[in-house]
């Protein structure tokens, strides 16, 4: 019996009074049998049991006194503690009457007592609890909006009538286990995250309603390992923090972090996993996380909430149940109600608690349902609401209003012919029967959670099974009820396959720079749009000072008769010596709106591709009246010129600084035919003069990647035969669309003789452009470009080669360039090897030159060299842009085929094969599914995978049978899977069932048909390029019979 008591002292298990404890092991002499080293730590617990059980007297003489002892139940506990346990709350007593007694362990600060109220000093003590969700669970947050005031029994008293509405849920996870590159979406809602780097576990995420504006405030990181989340909105015409926090349990939970967090203005939120147990929130024995969090609220004058269950249930049946999640708040009147959930199959149990108020909400602007348009009353009220006489277009001022004027009696014609509608996330909702077991789940889960009960733990695990079994069988019906559905005849394949490799619903997160940090979408919204602006403005003041003053100044002489002003005549804005530009006719605009596409975005003007093809002939008239005034008056339209910049994250980079971003330009679709007819004009005289080289192939006809590659690798291998050395350097221009000099362009085109009139109406269309950043409902302000090609513009590229067309003539007869857009190769080749690179280097440092003078700047961290010699010794080479060494390397990437210094092509068959299995993982459940057809799997393989196979084989089809071999094991795999054979099926004989060439026969199918293109290529570097059966060296003195490569 001794020994049982003493174990029952040690560990706490049996809840009997303090006072009958002590007194029998005083009375045994318990103490003088413990050893010296035990005895002080004995003499210290009697001690402190001592202090404890004269506050419990203290507390149950005025409990009793105030008649409220059955809601206090901290001094004793039964031998099977039940969870539903009573709680501690400020009203059961005055603590003044503690603070008079000096009571060491339990102080209150001063105040004054409300008798049916809180206590309140700053801010009262109440005791319940937010547990928000972990592992999917389900609701934590909720916004009630009541007619009733009291909606609990303890819940504090409200003065105010709460305004009525719908009750709006949001949810706040703690220990998400989510990693950055983790996708987290759901319908309907706007996801928060800040996750967990270098460790697993861990991170902390918030879910808000689309419809609830937020801000994001940005908190200090915690050295110590404690993650916090914290974000603001409106309740009730008052800014409200909600502040989501994770302690780990072997991590300190400091006071000061405490006093951080609540340094906020309006009411403040702190609700999470904070790892404190203390007897005052229902558990069986305090920590020092909870004696620190204990010793804040009563000092700080905190309200802490909790529910009347505990929060954490051990799955495992073991240990006691405790709450171990927690809210805190700076006001005792926010919260209404708070209970614990029994959904979600994690250990911590969700916890719901409604906060009082209405939150300040943004409605979606409805978006025109043009699936839904009745065309003929568009194109009978198009045609009503256009006048019959044709206003006069003879100044820039008649121009701009008659672009106003046009695009408002479009948007007219639409909202009387097509409904609007509000977008809505797509619930899936479960079947009845489902739902009833999942009822009987939760109801058996609670039992034994009461009773720990052997029996109810059995049947919460099998109904868990069969839930899990209804969902999983569920799922997979809807899943095989839409893949038999699919078909590529109605684009409903490839859409399903653009859904399962997109990245999905994207919410900007915080942006931080140097100097700023960007919350709320109107900020993020500048921020991005200085950032953008900031790219096309740095090339303002590069290059030589003199030589820009030259330009700038024969610029200016040219363009004279062009103004901004808005009143000027037609004879001061358009040229009068030289004739205007060919005329456009309603034929050719409508001729260029047919083939346009229609899944394309619209531009600020919110008039789609779609609106455009059903124009009436009226619409096309007026269309083309506008167009030949901009022709004739070299003027564009002010309202044609600012653009709305969607910013999408770059892949693999860090998703908190603006430069991760990649602008998206939507433009006007009426400009885009407008730009068409104008690069039309452009293109009819430069075509004439053949003023973009040969050795261009970027953005022409007829020419692509393959071309450019196989005339770069045919001369390589064609020296290798020679055993002559190439020595090749790449160089990438650095955002050179965005920082193309507007007045280095006009000069290039009055350097080739263009006309005046097309001339200054591509200096008009260049300047005084505009963006708007676009993030979720804001807009940022406008703001001015002072350099480069706007994007999404047909023009851009082709005006771009004429800027960069003087630099691709810099070659000579040793030195060869490669130009596609913006990407430029310098190649050359000798028998000697320090010939080679010298030359090499040499034409480098010329082409940087004249790239700084035309201010372009050459990106150094992208530039690549790499020399193709027979010899297996290293050479240590290398070239220097500006102050920054490009070592020569053995592979480089040109135009997305990995290139190495032997032409073996084992690098680029490594990574083609890592690119197509990963596609084949990403779409693995289309291949795996039987309810699609086999030959529309096969039609997916051939769209999706094959095609990354087998890119640029007509370059690297020489490679050795040992590299495709592991590219034909990927296709083999493709087609069982599409086929479903199983894997002893022989290869040889699948291929001939589907009637599918192996990858060799393709490629070689491919390659013939490439050679027989070169013959009537219209580019003579083309029609000369030499294809070569295989790579292999020449003759040598060791081996003089070897042969050489077969040249065809």
Not at 966 to 991: D, F, M, V, W, Y
Request: glycine share 4%; charged share 25%.
């Amino acid at each position: 019996m001794a020994s049982m008591r003493r174990n029952m002292f040690y560990r706490n298990k049996k809840q009997e009074t303090t006072e009958i404890v002590l007194k029998q092991e005083e009375n045994r002499g318990y103490e003088n049998q413990l050893k010296p080293d035990k005895r002080t730590k004995f003499k210290t617990n009697v001690q402190k049991r001592k202090r404890q059980t004269d506050t419990m007297k203290q507390m149950r003489d005025l409990i009793d006194s105030w008649g409220t002892a059955r809601e206090f139940n901290l001094g004793r506990r039964k031998a099977q503690p039940s969870p539903l346990r009573g709680r501690f709350d400020a009203r059961c007593f005055d603590p003044r009457q503690l603070v008079e007694r000096s009571d060491p362990l339990v102080t209150f600060p001063e105040g004054e007592y409300r008798k049916k109220g809180h206590y309140s000093t700053r801010r009262s003590l109440s005791q319940r609890l937010l547990s928000p969700l972990r592992k999917g669970g389900y609701p934590g947050i909720g916004w009630k909006n009541s007619s009733r005031p009291n909606v609990i029994k303890k819940g504090p008293k409200v003065d105010e009538k709460p305004l009525e509405g719908g009750l709006e849920e949001n949810k706040c996870l703690p220990e998400t286990h989510l990693k950055p590159h983790t996708k987290l979406y759901t319908p309907g809602y706007i996801t928060v995250r800040n996750d967990r780097v270098g460790r697993n576990g861990g991170g902390v995420a918030i879910l808000l309603k689309e419809s609830i504006p937020f801000r994001q405030i940005d908190l200090p990181t915690n050295p110590d390992g404690t993650e916090t989340l914290g974000i603001k909105v409106i309740l009730n015409n008052r800014s409200t923090t909600i502040i989501n926090v994770y302690n780990p349990p072997n991590v300190v939970l400091k006071e000061c972090l405490l006093r951080n967090l609540f340094d906020y203005r309006g009411t403040v939120i702190v609700a999470g996993d904070f790892n404190a147990r203390h007897r005052l929130w229902h558990c069986i024995r305090k920590n020092a996380n909870g004696a620190t969090l204990y010793d804040f609220v009563m000092n700080r004058g905190a309200t802490l909430f909790a529910p009347e269950t505990p929060t954490y249930v051990p799955s495992h049946g073991k240990g006691s149940q405790s709450t171990l999640d927690l809210v805190l708040a700076n006001s005792s009147r926010c919260i209404s109600s708070i209970s614990t959930l029994t959904e979600g199959g994690s250990d911590h149990l969700p916890v719901y608690f409604e906060l009082w108020g209405t939150p300040q909400t943004q409605l979606k602007k409805p978006r025109f349902d043009f699936r839904r348009t009745d065309w003929d009353v568009f194109r009978c009220a198009l045609n009503n609401v256009i006048p019959t006489a044709r206003p006069p277009l003879g100044t820039a001022t008649d121009i701009d209003t008659a672009v106003v004027t046009f695009t408002e009696e479009i948007t007219a014609a639409v909202q009387a012919s097509t409904p609007t509608s509000t977008p809505r996330p797509q619930k899936l909702e479960l079947p009845e029967e489902i739902l009833d077991l999942i009822r009987d789940k939760n109801k058996v889960r609670r039992l034994w959670q009461v009773h720990r009960r052997v029996e109810d733990k059995r049947a919460y695990n099998r109904l868990h099974k069969e839930v899990q079994s209804r969902i999983s069988q569920w799922r997979s019906s809807r899943w095989d009820e839409l893949l038999r559905n699919v078909s590529p005849q109605d684009n409903s394949l490839w859409k399903l396959t653009r859904r399962l490799n997109r990245q999905g619903s994207w919410t900007t997160p915080t942006l931080r720079t140097e100097t700023t940090t960007a919350t709320t979408d109107l900020e993020k919204a500048e921020l991005l749009a200085k950032h953008f602006a900031a790219i096309n403005n740095n090339s303002v003041n590069r290059g030589n000072d003199s030589f820009n003053e030259k330009v700038e100044a024969e610029v200016r002489r040219l363009i004279t008769g062009r103004t901004n002003s808005q009143t000027q005549d037609a004879s001061e804005v358009g040229p009068n010596t030289i004739s205007s530009p060919k005329h456009a006719t309603p034929r050719e605009i409508e001729k260029i709106i047919k083939k346009l596409k229609n899944n394309k975005s619209p531009g600020s003007d919110g008039i789609p591709n779609t609106v455009l093809k059903h124009f009436t002939r009226k619409a096309l008239v007026k269309l083309t009246n506008i167009t030949n005034a901009i022709l004739k008056h070299a003027y564009y339209p002010t309202h044609w010129k600012t653009a709305t910049v969607i910013a999408l994250p770059k892949p693999g980079k860090p998703t908190t600084e603006p430069s991760s971003y990649r602008p998206i330009s939507l433009l006007s679709s009426l400009a885009k035919v407008v730009d068409r007819i104008i690069l039309n004009r452009l293109t009819d005289v430069g075509d004439k003069m053949r003023i973009i080289p040969d050795n261009q192939f970027g953005f022409r006809r007829n020419h692509a990647t393959i071309h450019q590659l196989s005339r770069v690798v045919s001369h390589i291998s064609g020296n290798m035969a020679k055993r002559n050395i190439t020595a090749m350097v790449l160089l990438d221009s650095e955002k050179a669309f965005d920082t193309v000099w507007i007045e280095g362009l006009i000069q290039r085109l009055a350097t080739y003789s263009f006309p005046s009139p097309l001339i200054k109406l591509v200096s008009s269309y260049l300047t005084d452009r505009e963006i708007k950043v676009r993030v979720g409902n804001k807009l940022s302000a406008p703001l001015q470009l002072a350099a480069g090609l706007p994007q999404g513009s047909v023009m851009s590229p082709w005006l771009f080669n004429i800027y960069t067309s003087h630099l691709l003539k810099l070659q000579n007869s040793h030195v060869h360039i490669a130009g596609f857009a913006d990407d430029l190769a310098l190649y050359s080749s000798s028998v000697s090897a320090k010939n080679a690179i010298n030359r090499v280097r040499n034409a480098t440092h010329h082409m940087i030159k004249e790239l700084n003078l035309w201010k372009i700047n050459v990106n150094a961290a992208k530039s690549e060299a790499i020399l193709f010699t027979p010899s297996r010794k290293q050479v240590d080479t290398h070239i220097h842009i500006r102050t920054n060494r490009i070592p020569f390397s053995s592979s480089v990437k040109y135009l997305g085929v990995h290139i190495d210094n032997k032409l073996n092509w084992n690098v680029h068959t490594k990574t083609t094969n890592k690119l197509a299995l990963s596609k084949l993982g990403r779409n693995y459940c289309l291949f795996r599914s039987s309810e699609i057809n086999s030959n529309h799997k096969l039609l997916l393989y051939k769209a999706i995978v094959r095609p990354t196979l087998t890119y640029g084989c007509q370059v690297w089809h020489t490679v050795a049978e040992t590299h495709l071999q592991k590219l034909q094991i990927t296709q083999n795999k493709c087609i069982r899977l599409a086929s479903g054979q199983p894997i002893r099926t022989n290869t040889l004989e699948l291929h001939k069932r589907l009637n599918i060439p192996t990858l060799k026969d393709f490629i070689e199918k491919m390659t013939d048909k490439f050679k027989l293109s070169l013959l009537d290529h219209p580019n003579v570097l083309t029609r000369n390029t030499h294809i070569t059966s295989k790579a292999k060296w020449g003759p040598t003195r060791r081996n003089p019979g070897a042969r050489r490569s077969t040249v065809i």
